[in-house]
């Protein structure tokens, strides 16, 4: 069993930390700083062999270079001039493993056209940066709405039970727009119920699963690309 463990950065970010207890080796999902990662490490005696960047962006990226220094690990992530160190380049198709586990790496383009995600299919856990949140889904920076929603029906058609590994802590503000957005769903209102409470007490809201995401999150619910791309520029002026 892979233990995934937070470790949370800048304002509301989330660092994956991934370690395998047979092999004793550790991975990090875009470490977009180093400090916080390294106290964690050594705070648990782990050691990092590899980085996986889901996509190029700076609160993702930052820190590869000063883990790389500091660990000597090897950095993988998707084929982007604009990722830090990238030792490997990860395409549709391509693994990355940890111990006997092994990553299938999936292309999810639409917040940023070189965005993957990793899937561990015999572990139900798919690590989806910016792609797809607890209720929400990344801004469009570079991609099509018809790239996004086919990437958010990549993931929400991965088996119900599979958890979700988002990079961001953005489910309250998700919560209010989902509920705005579909006001007479009533497992968006019980979980915008369950959200708040967790928030109020400064807890973590994620991992998230598929058949929560298929229940709860509009984005994934939106019928067509069209509809995803209206309710997109909704939440982009929503408060
Ligand atoms: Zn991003």
Wanted: hydrophobic share 40%.
């Amino acid at each position: 069993m892979l233990k995934i463990v937070p470790v949370p950065a800048f304002t509301d970010n989330y660092i994956w930390l991934v370690h395998d207890p047979d092999s004793g080796e550790t991975a990090v999902v875009d470490p977009g700083e180093a400090a916080p990662v390294l106290a964690e490490i050594e705070r648990r005696g782990w050691t990092v062999g590899q980085v996986w960047n889901t996509h190029w962006h700076p609160d993702h990226t930052g820190g590869n270079l000063a883990l790389k220094e500091a660990t000597g690990c090897t950095i993988s992530g998707p084929a982007s001039p604009r990722i830090p160190g990238n030792d490997r380049e990860l395409s549709e198709g391509d693994a990355v493993r940890i111990g006997a586990h092994v990553g299938r790496i999936v292309e999810v383009p639409g917040h940023t056209l070189d965005h993957i995600a990793i899937i561990f299919d015999d572990e139900r856990i798919a690590f989806v940066g910016d792609t797809l949140f607890a209720m929400g889904c990344g801004r469009l920076f570079e991609g099509t709405p018809e790239q996004m929603y086919a990437s958010l029906e990549k993931l929400a058609s991965l088996p119900a039970d599979t958890r979700l590994y988002c990079a961001h802590e953005y489910t309250l503000s998700n919560a209010r727009f989902a509920a705005a957005a579909e006001p007479d769903n009533k497992d968006i209102a019980v979980r915008l119920d369950q959200v708040r409470a967790l928030r109020d007490e400064g807890r973590i809201t994620l991992p998230t699963t598929v058949a929560l995401e298929r229940a709860t999150n509009p984005f994934v619910r939106a019928s067509d690309a069209e509809r995803f791309a209206s309710l997109r520029a909704r939440k982009d002026s929503f408060g």
